[in-house]
Nanobody, 116 residues
Framework: QVQLVESGGGLVQAGGSLRLSCAASESIFNSGAMAWYRQGPGNQRDVVAIITKRGSTDYADSVKGRFTISRDNAINTVYLQMNSLKPEDTAVYYC??????????WGQGTQVTVSS
């Protein structure tokens, strides 16, 4: 059963924008805070942005002022608006719960490639 579906990635030039979407199952979406993660080539998966159920947000220093996370509680969807993209933002982007158990699974992610 697919519980997380990310979409919206693509190839964009530096300085461009993309908006990622993540459709989550109700159980995941209502479990608490949600987050966007990314994994670049040869790197570990890191948290990029967090949003609580109440809508409070936090960001990795590398994306502050450029990325905006939001959620639509009516349709169990989390978004990531990415502006002023840089080549170092190139990665596969995933969404998931902020606090994960070892048994939690991941979606397929969405590839973001930023050309210089």
């Amino acid at each position: 059963q697919v519980q997380l579906v990310e979409s919206g990635g693509g190839l964009v030039q530096a300085g461009g924008s993309l908006r990622l979407s993540c459709a989550a199952s109700e159980s995941i979406f209502n479990s608490g805070a949600m987050a966007w993660y990314r994994q670049g080539p040869g790197n570990q998966r890191d948290v990029v942005a967090i949003i609580t159920k109440r809508g409070s947000t936090d960001y990795a220093d590398s994306v502050k002022g450029r990325f905006t996370i939001s959620r639509d509680n009516a349709i169990n969807t989390v978004y990531l608006q990415m502006n002023s993209l840089k080549p170092e933002d190139t990665a596969v982007y995933y969404c998931n719960k902020r606090y994960l158990a070892q048994s939690d699974s991941w979606g397929q992610g969405t590839q973001v490639t930023v050309s210089s």
